[in-house]
């Protein structure tokens, strides 16, 4: 497949950059099309995008230029994924969108374990964290818990904006949690103690506003990117949070989303952004200026 370079200009340290099309999922795999995907992760050693595709009780695998790699079921009586994760032995950690567990499976999709969580907790996206950690957003309340691999609290935290509905996670190179919020201040950076640093990102009409923010990723100049799901759009941050572009566009084409829920980069640098309304995952690579 030849790449195709997407017109966006970026300012500031950026301003050369661009953001090249490699590839997208296909529209059937295995049989099916996605149905409702919720979820996506990065296996950091393979450079791999995991999808939980959640209305086919199924997590699919798929390379840098969007090419299916592998997919396997939940199995039986486990069904919905939403968030899925993968940690520093490869296992993929997979969330139940109604039930108060994780599934553990080896990267060959056999079940190893299933994770109680606490009571009143309905795991929303996660993220795997050394020492083998698990971070999760509560879906029904305004916490981010951190657990092990048995299912011990090791710790939680949340936001003391009132206002504040987390949604996404995602960590810097400093090792700073940054937390998405779809209601109140958009973005909340915590640092390793979990004390808020700095919030920032307002809903409202201004291209730099937010309407439905889900979750966000960092690349590796520092750059912070969100998902704006109801604006079908993608809004990016400079390594000192501030505004600089606006990537995508309601649509099908490349380059354009329809109900965008999640993005992961890896860590040679590929972006893949996971679309809900239009079951499919487009992967793009950041070329920066010098």
């Not at 049989?31 to 791999?48: D, I, R, Y």
């Not at 009132?162 to 998405?180: N, T, Y």
Request: glycine share 10%.
């Amino acid at each position: 497949m030849i790449s195709t370079l997407l017109a966006i200009t970026l300012s500031a340290a950026l301003a050369s950059s661009e953001i090249e099309y490699m590839g997208v999922t296909p529209e059937i795999i295995d049989g099916l099309p996605m149905n409702s995907p919720q979820g996506l992760a990065v296996n950091p050693k393979t450079n791999e995008f995991l999808v939980a595709d959640a209305l086919n009780d199924r997590v699919l695998i798929f390379d840098t230029t969007g090419a299916p790699v592998f997919d396997f079921p939940l199995g039986e009586d486990r069904h919905t994924p939403f968030g899925i994760a993968v940690d520093s032995a490869g296992e993929i950690i997979v969330g139940a969108m109604d039930k108060p567990v994780l599934w553990v499976y080896d990267y060959n999709g056999g079940f190893i374990d299933e994770i109680a969580l606490p009571e009143g907790v309905l795991p929303g996206r996660l993220m795997a964290v050394a020492p083998d950690n698990i971070f999760l957003i509560n879906r029904v309340g305004k916490e981010i818990l951190i657990i092990d691999h048995s299912g011990n609290l090791l710790s939680k935290f949340e936001s003391n904006d009132l206002q504040c509905k987390p949604s996404g996670i995602c960590q810097d190179k400093e090792g700073d949690l940054l937390v998405v919020s779809n209601s109140g201040s958009a973005v909340t950076l915590f640092d390793p103690s979990n004390k808020i640093l700095n919030r920032f990102g307002e809903h409202g009409r201004r291209p730099e506003d937010f309407s439905f923010p889900t979750t966000a990723a960092v690349d590796s100049l520092g750059g912070l990117w969100v998902v704006d799901s109801f604006r079908h759009e993608l809004k990016h941050f400079d390594s000192k949070r501030k505004f600089v572009e606006i990537f995508g566009k309601r649509g099908g084409g490349q380059g354009e989303f329809f109900f965008p829920v999640d993005i992961k980069i890896t860590p040679d640098g590929r972006m893949g952004v996971l679309e809900k309304g239009s079951g499919r995952l487009q992967v793009f690579k950041i070329n920066y200026g010098k």
